[in-house]
């Protein structure tokens, strides 16, 4: 849901209930009378409303209108502090997670924000014992050790630090961010051979993370392996081209500069520990958690890029892009990261409903440099979304000439440049595309759906079509649009049973989309069931369609389906397909 809708939402539930008008600001700005309990009720559910759309902001605003008429609520309290913190109301949230702790010494939230607020102010006896008594509660047993032990390296002693580290208990993974954190934290104490050691047991481990190579090779440099540092540096820009980072210590080694560590300070190891725990857990649906850890990090290293950016990411998949806007902005200009904030500032714009503004940002970025991939598909990838396929198929085809020999990695661009063709009508082009898209990556399930969809649409080569789809089906069982195209293949073959069985499944993965509703509802009406196939029309037609969409489903709620079946209806999978 977008953010404004999600802010409206929010502010008519806040004027309902309390009685104000319908802006968060001026329901914020309210004062309410201790003894005014419905408009404490009002201010915990519209904050409550806001917290479950991650709406931080305004749900700390609403939370703080009903505290302050409840003061002592310690659920609510606890509440508001959460908001807070994860909106990046940073000394708000401290003083709230001092009431908290004083009511309840083992809050592990309060206690982690205490300590990394006590670790920013070089107290680091002080962030030791609030961290201690954060780590007993999963995924902060990792991450208060790992704070922890940068509060000995920033008062000199390192090597407690290591050793209480070393001593952490738990997944196997732990043992990454263990030598990741030791490693530099040896390299800044001046240990480079042991810094060396630890890096390269952390890269050995986790080759594809960019932060500890750069690290890696940092301490390689540092300790005079200076051609073996550009080897490690190569053979991740081979895995993994055009990393700015990467490619920017590889110049400032061959420019036999001095190479710095990794981390100057004790405050931006600990950051880097926060980062390297908030990706993976934005990505895995752990988003609160995630929220909290990117916003400490950028308490403690304001500066911190990789925090910066990954926030930013995280809040465009939250279907926030202002604020997104706003941190990839922050990225200083000369951080080797700057050119990847912008070419993401593009597709935030682009959620902002400002696409001319996104496409001229990035065509000016293509312009500086023309041979820079990732700006050329990330303008393609807008061609895509916003429907102008022949636009897109150019800047696939853009992409595909500065990848010259393509490898498994550049698949998608044959994928989504095959797409872009289908939908202008360039069939062989398209074909020829997924093809090569499947030679470079063989069962590779969103191109199987595509082109096995595709086919049997066409009514070619029926059995390996279906087979493709079955395979991709056996892939991604729950992906609701792949599961579609089998239910709808099905239906193109005649066997309507079997596309009832498999539609029905498609809806309740993704009960929301229009186009599997409507096919659903084709499916019904086939086996006689036509009360059902009306519901479900009128279910696609309520679901936003696409216009042409829109047409020939009104269609079918006034005339029903005619004695053939209406195998145009719909000439391509479900949106996600």
């Known amino acids: 849901m977008p953010l404004h809708r999600s802010r409206l939402i929010v502010a008519l539930m806040a004027a309902t209930v309390i009685g104000t008008a319908a802006t968060p600001a001026t329901a914020a700005r309210r004062v309410i009378r201790p003894a005014d309990t419905l408009s404490v ?3 915990f559910l519209a904050g409550r409303l806001a917290a479950s759309l991650r709406d931080n902001q305004s749900a700390s605003t609403f939370y703080q209108t009903a505290l302050r008429a409840s003061p002592n609520n310690l659920d609510l309290l606890d509440r508001t502090f959460l908001a807070m913190l994860s909106a990046g109301e940073m000394d708000r949230s401290f003083r709230l997670a001092e009431r908290l702790v004083a009511a309840d010494k083992l809050h592990r939230i309060g206690r982690l924000a205490l300590g990394v607020r006590a670790l920013k102010a070089r107290q680091y006896v002080s962030a030791r ?11 902060l047993d990792l991450i208060a050790p790992l704070l922890s032990a940068w509060t000995y390296a920033g008062a000199g002693e390192t090597a407690k630090g290591i050793d209480a580290v070393d001593k952490l208990k738990g997944e196997d993974w732990y043992t990454g961010f263990r030598d990741f ?4 934290a040896l390299d800044l104490a001046g240990d480079r051979k042991n810094a ?9 481990r986790d080759p594809s993370a960019v932060r500890i190579t750069e690290a890696y090779a940092r301490a390689l440099a540092r300790n005079g392996q200076r051609d073996e540092a550009l080897k490690v540096l190569k053979a991740y820009d081979d895995k993994l081209p055009r990393h700015p980072a990467i490619r920017a210590l590889t110049a400032d080694i061959q420019a036999n500069k001095p190479i710095g560590p990794t981390v100057r300070t004790a405050q931006e190891g600990a950051s880097d520990m926060l980062v390297g725990l908030a990706a993976p857990l934005a990505k895995q649906g752990g988003t609160d958690y995630a929220l909290i850890f990117f916003q400490l990090a950028l308490y403690l290293n304001p500066d911190n890029a990789s925090a910066q950016i ?7 998949d939250l279907k926030q892009p202002e604020r997104a806007v706003a941190l990839l902005e922050q990225v200083r200009p000369t951080n080797p990261l700057k050119r990847n904030a912008e070419i993401e500032l593009g597709g935030a714009l682009d959620q902002l409903d400002k696409t001319d503004e996104a496409v001229s940002h990035l065509k000016e970025l293509i312009r500086k440099d023309p041979k820079d991939l990732d700006a050329i598909i990330s303008l393609g990838g807008i061609y895509q979304g916003r429907k102008k396929f022949a636009e897109a198929a150019d800047a696939f085809t853009q992409a595909l000439e500065v990848i010259g020999t393509p490898t498994q990695a550049n698949w998608s661009t044959f994928y989504f440049r095959g797409v872009a063709y289908e939908r202008t009508k360039q069939w062989p082009k398209a074909e020829a595309d997924f ?3 499947l030679e470079l990556f063989p069962d590779q399930p969103s191109v199987l759906n595509y082109l096995g969809y595709s086919w049997i649409d066409q009514g070619v080569h029926l059995d390996e079509g279906m087979a493709m789809i079955r395979k991709a089906v056996d892939q991604r069982p729950d992906d609701g649009y792949i599961v579609d195209s089998l239910g709808w293949a099905y239906y193109k073959l005649g066997k309507y049973d079997d596309a009832v069985k498999q539609l029905e499944r498609a809806v309740t993965l993704k009960p929301s989309d229009p186009t599997i509703n409507d096919h659903l509802g084709d499916a019904y009406w086939r086996v006689g069931r036509k009360l059902e196939a009306t519901f479900q029309w009128h279910h696609a037609k309520d679901a936003n369609p696409e216009r042409e969409d829109l047409a020939k489903i009104e269609l079918k709620l006034k005339e029903g389906l005619k004695d053939t079946a209406q195998a145009a209806d719909t000439p391509k999978p479900a949106s996600g397909g």
């Open 41 to 43: 009720t009002g201010g």
């Open 129 to 139: 014992t609030n961290l201690d008594l954060a780590a007993q509660k999963p995924v």
């Open 181 to 184: 954190s030791a490693g530099m």
């Open 196 to 204: 060396v050691l630890r890096l390269k047991a952390a890269a050995d």
């Open 310 to 316: 990954g926030l930013a990411d995280l809040y465009e």
């Open 435 to 437: 093809k090569k898209a």
